[in-house]
């Protein structure tokens, strides 16, 4: 069984990206063929072959998955409110969500969704609730 990892772009080798590239580059049509797709993203067909199954966007990995994220939300009014009307904007339907008590001025809330209806990429909607004056902390904790 292959272990997944969740790693910044900014981390990964060029090639890497440069596959991801190719592989965009294909599945919305902007490039007709692997050897195009190859050629705009600067790289060999090898490289594309050898790495071309083992990479995906996060998006993709989320999508018609259930996943669970975390969020640490500052204790104030219609917060929780305003955390599910992000998940109902994207299309997220959420399945569960569970809420402690709030604790030094902040409430741990988790919540279930499944994602296969996203209509923004998981990157676009992590950053969205993660830039929200009502939350501490954003983050997708399994799926």
């Known amino acids: 069984m292959a272990n997944y990892y969740i790693v910044s772009e900014q981390a990964l080798p060029p090639?890497?990206?440069?596959?991801a590239d190719a592989n965009r580059l294909l599945?919305?049509?902007a490039a007709a063929s692997v050897g195009k797709a190859v050629q705009m993203a600067g790289i060999s067909r090898s490289a594309f072959y050898k790495y071309r199954a083992a990479v995906r966007?996060?998006?993709?990995?989320?999508?018609?998955?259930?996943?669970?994220f975390q969020?640490?939300?500052?204790?104030?009014?219609?917060a929780l409110s305003a955390l599910l009307s992000f998940f109902g904007e994207a299309g997220?339907?959420?399945?569960?969500?569970?809420?402690s008590l709030p604790s030094g001025?902040?409430?741990?809330?988790?919540?279930t969704a499944e994602t296969s209806e996203l209509t923004?990429?998981?990157e676009e909607f992590l950053q969205r609730v993660s830039d929200s004056a009502f939350v501490a902390?954003?983050?997708?904790l399994g799926g």
């Open 15 to 19: 090639i890497i990206r440069k596959v």
């Open 27 to 29: 599945e919305t049509g």
């Open 57 to 68: 966007p996060f998006n993709d990995m989320l999508s018609g998955r259930i996943v669970t």
């Open 71 to 78: 969020a640490l939300l500052h204790h104030q009014p219609g």
């Open 92 to 99: 997220a339907n959420i399945l569960t969500i569970h809420q």
């Open 105 to 111: 001025g902040c409430a741990a809330v988790s919540v």
């Open 120 to 122: 923004v990429s998981a």
């Open 137 to 140: 902390h954003f983050e997708i």
